[in-house]
Structures are given as C-alpha cells and as structure tokens.
C-alpha cells in the first residue's frame, strides 16, 4: 500500500511565524501537487495526485487564500515559512494554567487536587486510597530545597545576632587546628537538621496526608490498600511488606507496587521516605480541571522543572535502584543496562501534524497529534548503555541531569518516543546519531 503524505506544522513565536513541512507519498509537480492555505488562515490544504488532505495550523496563517509555490518540481519533501497573522498571539502557553514562575509546569498539582478524593487504579478502578482519608495535599518542593534552606538559613536578612555568630563560628572553626574541628562542623549540621532543612533533611510520609509530586503522588502505607509490593514482577510479591523483609535491603533500593486486582504496576515503595509512591499516569483521583496526566505531560513537567534549575536541557533516565521492567509493556531494548538520554530542543512549543494515525496503537492515545496545536516540549533522544551514562555522572564537567524513574516507565517513555517521531516527516525525524520525538504539555 502506497504511504499517504504527511503535513507538520510548528509554530515559532520567537520570529513569529510557522515551519510548514510536508513529506509526499510520490514526487511532486506543477500540475498535479498543489497547497494552499485556507481564506482565513486556519488551515492548510494538499492536493496532491487527486488525495486532499486538510491540517489545522497551531496558529493563523497571514497568508489566507494563497497558493504555496513547489519550489522543486519533482522532489517529496517540501517546506515554507508562513508569516502570523497580526492579531494572532505569538505564545499561545504564555498565559496557560499550571505553570509555575520557575518553569514547572506539574499536572495534578496540590490546588488542582480535592480534599478528601479518594484514588483508584486507572486500569480497572480499584480502590487505593480510600475517600476522606487524605485531608490534605501538599506539593512537594523541588529537588534543590534543602540547599536553599540551608543557604537561606546562614545569609537571612532578618536575624543579624545569628547572622554574625554562624560566621563567627565559621570562622573559628577554619583558624582554629584543635581536634575540636569535626565536632563544631557537626554540631552546625546537626543545628540545620533540627529546623528541618539540613542536607540529610528528607520528607516522610504522613498519615493523612498526600504528597504532589511532579510525577507521582506520595501516601502513608497505612493510607493504602489493594496493594502488592514486589521486589520484582506481581507473581514474586505479596500484600505485606514485612513478609519481604527477610533480609536487611539499603535505603537506596525500591520495591515494586502493583494493584492487587488487575496486576498492572501502579508505583514503587521508596524506603528512604517510607512512602507508597503512585504513578500520577497510573491512577485516577479527583480534580478541578477534571484531566488526567498522562506519562508525557509527566515527563514533560519533570523535564522543564529540570532546566529551571540546573540550566541543562540534557537528561539521562535512569531506572530506579530495585525496580525492575516486570511486563509485555516495556520496551524490548529498555532494561537495567540502557538509558535513556534526552536532549531538550524547545521546551515551549505548539505543533500540529496529520502523522498522528501512524503512531503506534499502544501509545496512540498519549501521542497527542490531533488536528489543532498540541502544546509539546519537542526533543532529541537515544538510548545509550548504561556503562556508558555512569561515566558521563561521574565527570565532573557533565552537562546531563540524572532523573530516575520506574523501570516500567522507560519502557513505557521509549515506545512514546518512538510514536512521536513517526509525527514528523522522515526527512526530519532523526540528527546524527539522535531521534527527533516530542512530549505533550
């Protein structure tokens, strides 16, 4: 079967205008391929051998009612440039909902959640976290929190007479040889920690009380049930965690957590924390907005709020320490040895592409590509092993991030990827040794 012609258009409100590319099914030519947009500048239309198709831009075209001229006669891809119309904005998500001064774009966050809903399994429904259990939601700061307390503690403005004394000390304890060194130094440390912000500070969970997280949402254990906690895949598990407690596990390690009655992997517990942790993509709870993020916008969240403060658009994901892939779900080639290493393009784009129906029927749903834009952070990505990404970690002049996610979950991303890509024209889908994909916002 002949392939269909592609249409994808991006909006790039930096220049204010539109990248038009078209990828066709057979060479073009003057008499049989023609585009035009429509008179009021919403839309593109192909003609092409007796197929039309028909993509809506992400932003009105200036040019309403022209014909695109076929710069060369013969050839399969074809692009242009449109210019917007005026009264067109040129940022279409400057003004969208969720998005936080820092970047962080997080779906589900604390305020979009409601007092007292319950939570259950996306999959089948099971109930997880009971109705009125949860009294309050509470967002989780950023990963840098306890570095700014700690900052912000010894340089407040408000407090001269502390101000003085902890550089005082400090001072102290640098002129000063007597063995006495180490003890002041913990003494200050242990000081930090009592006010709750030291380095070694974390958050625990809280009965009664939900953590937001970008990508998940946090609960007491005794807050959960229908649950079966694995160190591996569901059959290898049990609904008591103490009955896998046998042996002495580090505090770095996880274990899985499917639903007790579909099977399907819905989080992890992280024993630093003692907290059941819920794949937002994997539940389903109450909210304002009534939407339910998906493994993209997920992703997408953890991405911008990454560049906002590190200033890396690299990222390399990573599995989290004892979780492992455990189903048909996860990509062939993902598994404990590969990564997944991401290079952020644009973070703030609106695209639209007649590719969507070509993305696989797994991920379908979460490859947003729908007539109208899509709002999308757009992406290199490959995947390397993970030899190779421990010794990018360990130079000092890395530029990567490290993000740890589920097992699962990156087999899940990869496949999302690789949809993305086909969204684009193939001329256009890969640079060097990378693939080009996006993630939804």
Known sequence: MEPKSLIYAELLPNIRQISLAISLSSPSSQTSTRVTITADGEEVQLQHHGDIETLKLPAKAALGGAVLPIQKPGATALSWR???QQTSPASPLASRQGEATDGRVSPWSATDLQTGSGVSCRRCGTVLVKNDAITVWKDLPSENWAEMMEFWHCHKPDNKDDHSHAHAARDHVASSTSPSNGHMEKADESSLAARGYGASSIISAQEGVGFVDLTALLFAESNCFAVTFSRSA????????????????PASQSLNIFCSSCHSQIGFFNFRTAAVTLLKWQISCKSASGAAPGISEC???TLVSTISRSGSSKSLLTPISGTVATSKGAAANTTDDTVVHIWVLNSNIVYSSSGSAAAPTAVAAEVKAAQAGTPAIKLLYRLIPHEEADRMLEIVTCDAQEINL?????????????GSNLLFPPAERTFKEWKVGVLTR
């Open 82 to 84: 449109l210019p917007l």
């Open 299 to 301: 992703l997408a969240a």
């Open 234 to 249: 569901y059959e290898c598990g049990s609904t008591n965690r103490e009955d896998l407690m046998s042996s002495n596990i």
């Open 406 to 418: 589920p097992a699962e979950a990156l087999g899940r991303i990869e496949k999302l990827l690789d």
